[in-house]
């Protein structure tokens, strides 16, 4: 490693664009296809992830058409969905069951893992501490064609005969493993297995890559308590993610063998189609007990990318420090522990034994605990700061509101006496569409804006996502809140119709009015791919640092090549949230910044650290250079 | 000819909202206004969510009030009674959270918005702060647990024995009901291999004594103000019994029996007269995804006065007198038991009948 000193940074601007320490020979399909570079990969994953977002909508948008237009002659989608259409112009009610399980499967999996963690774990990790690149950029390129190639297994499923997947996106056997109960349990479940074997592996190799990058690459001066909460968060999402994805593979494996092997791991005392099968002294609750080890962890591994993403935008256009940053990583180290041991919360009337249900629902309630602290500390961030309303900004506060609005009506779910009745009802769509779908698509739709001028050097137009925010944010609300009603109202999730019955008889209103806002709040996404891909080619070009942000990402060239920084990457001096600090110039000072540059706005405690900084730093290059 | 004009119209639409958003583009370009948070929409987006503010807290409650009968289903169980008052109490305590938060954060956002020369608070952290917002959540919280750990654990005690035992059987697409009968009021025990296509639906296993006076029935009749202990199991995948009224809901597992005990208060005519719908009907819902059918597994629940439901039992006939093929399945030493159980044949004396069970 070459010399250093604390002023690197300031070399940094000069020579732009003129790459000489990571100058290799790339040809195109190094560079853009099978690239090591984290940021090319980032870039995959969220363009992967905005196709299978648009897919996962779309799908969504045809059973709301069935549920808020029951009467509605569908021939017209003929030429798309062939004989799912029924005679009469209906949807198939099997179909039905395959549309919802793909919806869910795609936008948990496809959309708010891949392309939430994917992208911005990718893509922030190394720019953030102060990397090159992720540890192993071979395995980040495996991570993501691995990813690829789940994408292609799922997307064939889509066009069988006997249809995708369909016995929803929990998949709970027997249902799923017996095609003679639902024909989507046939090549279509055995396409969805392999497709999620192959995800858990892209999903392991990120993780290691990411926790490797965070706790070894980090720059000089980079410690734990100088890292952003992005890199926090991430950090505790891949840690979830290589805990729980395992066992998801194993609930995959035995599920496999149970099909395909004549195995009883979950299959026990069944008669269908007119014969007794041979299966015995399985337990389908063994599944579902697997099934969530994974599934409950996984609403965090979706969740906590997009807190960590808005808690960095809030504060950068607050203009002011994230309100209790040490609570904010309590909180989510909590919630990251926690995650691990509420699944069964999923299961209260499944059968459990009751004991079981009391300890799970007081562990799920102390989960709001820290929830409640992150939500309540946003709002103090909030409080006399200096607000931008950028568009990532808007998303941001979009998602806190989501995450409040959702987040309370677990806990009606999480105690187990109301939960008898709210269970797989629409009050469960409501509440997890909003704390977790929704809040976490506002954070990746916050996170795109926000550093669309890193990914691609130009900006991404404001005024177009000023009316994205607004149309997707009373969209989303005018979707998810009458759901509300309509389950404390009993009336159960995944029916194709609901005629049948004389209690769930009304609501025919409402339930039009969120198929009507379903299909305004897709329409408008088509508004942000606009803005997206204009603004890749012909948007304002970026300035160095559109937000004036603190964190290192914005000392890189406008367009970082491979290496990121051109020269030494620059050392970290202080915490992410030094913005509006009394007596500074600016209203924000850089992690690059020493405070032997800030005199006048140092605290007393950071005047002391002044003498740390030229004994620390100069100390560092000695032992590098001895190692040399 | 029809979608040609559509799919016209629609370029059209697009080719149009296309060049609005270039020329806004180049005048803004041409003014120079590429810093947006000193402009307009600066104020126009701290302004909307005010509007956004009152607008949905006004609707939330509005539709809240006006339509209370129409979200709400009335309750006829005894633990439900309970059940509800928990939500309830749960609903008051977080919709007044709610409605601060949203209020003070929304009133934040408008009031804080940027203001040239304006500097933001340097305010990292405060502890008494945090130590106050994770300590009341926490009470609040510990109290809604321990009402909740109270209700369940009482929804989810033992049942007693004089407990009316009924079983629900869940299959793709349909429910059957089993009574344990008039004689013994014990379930015969059953196997799943012993289910055929031709008439053992129940998979009744007619070696033991207690089947012989089971019987079927299509639709679920229940007893009021008596504790009713379903019983639960199925036949092929997982389904759910879902009793909305009753506030009740179990699974029905393949290979694993579930049960759930409760107490019906209001019978259906007393229901009916409630409501002032004489058609009304109390309904059981499958909740459980189990296939194309899922939706359509329905059943009827008819509560009535014990007297009522004591009749009704007895005039059901056993399901061993509707298939009397089955006879040459049970035993040879409890043929006699069975003829009489299932009244097939007359008791000659209820003592003589006890003597020979």
Known sequence: MATTDIHTHQDVHHHDEHDEHEHHETNFWRTYIF???????????????????????????????????????????????????????????????????????????????????????????????????????????????????????????????????????????PLSALPQAI?????????????????????????????????NLRTRGMSFTRLPLTIWAFFFTAIIGVLSFPVLFAAALLLIFDRSFGTSFYL??????????????????????????????????????????????????????????????????????????????????????PFLGSIFMLLTLIIAVPSAVKIFNY?????????HFTPGMLFSIGLVSFFLTGGITGIFLGNSAIDIQLHDTYFVVAHFHLVMGSASFFGMMAGVYHWFPKMFGRMMDAKLGYIHFWITFVGVYLV??????????????RYYSWTNFETFGGFTDLNMLVSVAAILTLTAQFIFLFNFFYSMFRGRLAPANPWHATTLEWTTPRNPGHGNWVGEIPSVYRWPYDYSKPGAKEDYIPQHIPYSETPESNLPHENELIKLETSNGSGAIIVEGSKH | ??????????????????????????????????????????????????????????????????????????????HGKHTDLLFWITMAVTVIAFVIISIIMFVFIYKYQYREGQKAKYFPDNHYLELAWTIIPAIVLAVLIFTGLRAWNDITAPASKE???????????????????????????????????????????????????????????????????????????????????FRVKMDAVPGMPTQFKFKATKTTQQMRDELGNPNFNYEMACTEICGRGHFSMKMIVIVE??????????????????????????????????????GMQKDPGSSVAEVKD
């Open chain 1, 35 to 173: 690239s090591e570079d984290h940021k090319v990969i980032a870039k995959q994953f969220l363009i992967t992830g905005i196709f299978w977002a648009l897919l996962g909508g779309i799908l969504s948008v045809i059973f709301r058409l069935q549920l808020g237009f029951p009467d509605m002659n569908l021939e017209w989608l003929k030429p798309v969905l062939g004989e799912w259409i029924t005679e009469e112009g209906k949807l198939d009610p099997e179909f039905y069951l395959a549309l919802v399980t793909m919806h869910g499967t795609i936008m948990v999996f496809f959309v708010l893992t891949a392309g939430l963690s994917g992208t911005f774990s990718n893509f922030l990790i190394p720019l953030q501490v102060g990397a090159r690149d992720m540890a192993s950029g071979f395995m980040n390129m495996l991570s993501y064609w691995f990813f690829f190639l789940s994408s292609c297994f799922m997307f064939t499923s889509l066009f069988l005969e006997t249809g995708p997947a369909s016995g929803g996106w929990t998949i709970y056997p």
């Open chain 1, 379 to 387: 709002v103090t961030t909030l409080w006399k700061g200096n607000i």
């Open chain 1, 183 to 215: 024909k989507g349990s046939g090549l279509g479940m055995t396409l969805w297995l392999i497709a999620m074997a192959l995800f858990i592996v892209s999903s392991l190799l990120g993780g290691i890559n990411y926790i490797t990058t965070v706790i």
């Open chain 2, 1 to 78: 000819m029809m979608s040609l004009i559509i799919f016209l119209g629609v370029v059209l639409v697009l080719a149009i909202l296309y060049m609005i958003f270039r020329v806004s583009n180049l005048v803004s370009i041409a003014k120079g206004d590429v810093d947006e948070k000193g402009s307009t929409a600066n104020k126009v987006n701290a302004a909307l969510f005010i509007v956004f503010m009152v607008g949905s807290l006004g609707w939330f409650f509005w539709y809240s009030f006006a339509y209370y009968h129409q979200y709400t289903l009335p309750v006829a169980s005894e």
């Open chain 1, 480 to 493: 998810f809140f009458p759901m509300h009603y309509i389950g404390i109202a009993g009336f159960p999730r």
């Open chain 2, 305 to 342: 006065e014990q007297e009522a439901y004591e009749r009704w039992k007895a005039s059901q006939e056993a399901w061993l007198k509707q298939n009397p093929d089955y006879m040459k399945k049970v035993p040879n030493a409890l043929k006699e038991a069975a003829m009489i159980k299932a």
């Open chain 2, 163 to 245: 407990a009316e035992l009924i079983e629900v059987i869940g299959q793709q697409f349909a429910w059957t009901v089993r009574y344990p009968g008039v004689k013994d009021k014990q379930l015969g025990a059953v196997d799943y291999k012993l289910i055929d296509n031709f008439g053992n639906e129940f998979g009744l296993d007619l070696s033991d004594k207690n089947s012989f006076d089971d019987f079927k029935s299509l639709e679920l009749h229940m007893p009021v103000d008596k504790e009713i202990l379903l019983k639960i199991r199925a036949k092929d995948v997982l389904h759910s019994v879902f009793l909305p009224h």
């Open chain 1, 268 to 353: 026990s005392d069944i008669y269908i189609g007119g014969e007794a099968l041979a299966h015995d002294g399985g337990s389908a609750i063994l599944f579902q007990h697997l099934f969530w080890f994974l599934g409950h962890p996984e609403v965090y591994i979706v969740l906590l990318p997009a807190l960590g993403l808005s808690s960095e935008i809030i504060a950068t256009n607050s203009r002011k420090p994230i309100f209790g940053y040490k609570a904010m990583i309590g909180s989510m180290l909590f919630i990251a522990i926690l995650s691990f041991i509420v699944w069964a919360h999923h299961m209260f009337v499944t059968g459990m034994n």
